[in-house]
């Protein structure tokens, strides 16, 4: 098992940046893959990006794509996602997850396990 803790959520005007952080527990995260996703108000949980276990493949979703970066450091047990030019859009839960069997990474169910979410607001 693993437990995750996200941090790095705040206010930020808009085209501004943020780094959220995903911290896990236990001495396997190199061989879980990991994804962000994101919760706004009133919507369904939507992919942002996944990278796989030794960080050798990544994915984003279209709507971040150029502008988000998701890396990890597998020494320090912790996965990030850098956000640029952030837009009001933006403003959700962001909520980081794992799984060691992924087969579809941009779909929630497919991972078990899950961080509490930090909230990113973006004003314009």
């Known amino acids: 098992q693993v437990q995750l803790v996200e941090s790095g959520g705040g206010l930020v005007q808009a085209g501004g940046s943020l780094r959220l952080s995903c911290a896990a527990s236990g001495r396997t995260f190199s061989t879980y893959a990991m994804g962000w996703f994101r919760q706004a108000p009133g919507k369904e949980r939507e992919f942002v990006a996944h990278i796989s276990s030794r960080g050798r493949s990544t994915y984003y979703a279209d709507s971040v794509k150029g502008r988000f970066t998701i890396s990890r450091d597998n020494a320090k047990n912790t996965a990030y996602l850098q956000m640029n030019s952030l837009k009001p859009e933006d403003t959700a839960v962001y909520y980081c997850?794992?799984?060691?069997?992924?087969?579809?990474?941009?779909?929630?169910?497919?991972?078990?396990?899950w961080g509490q979410g930090t909230q990113v607001t973006v004003s314009s």
């Open positions: 997850a794992a799984d060691k069997n992924l087969v579809v990474v941009a779909i929630a169910a497919a991972y078990d396990y």
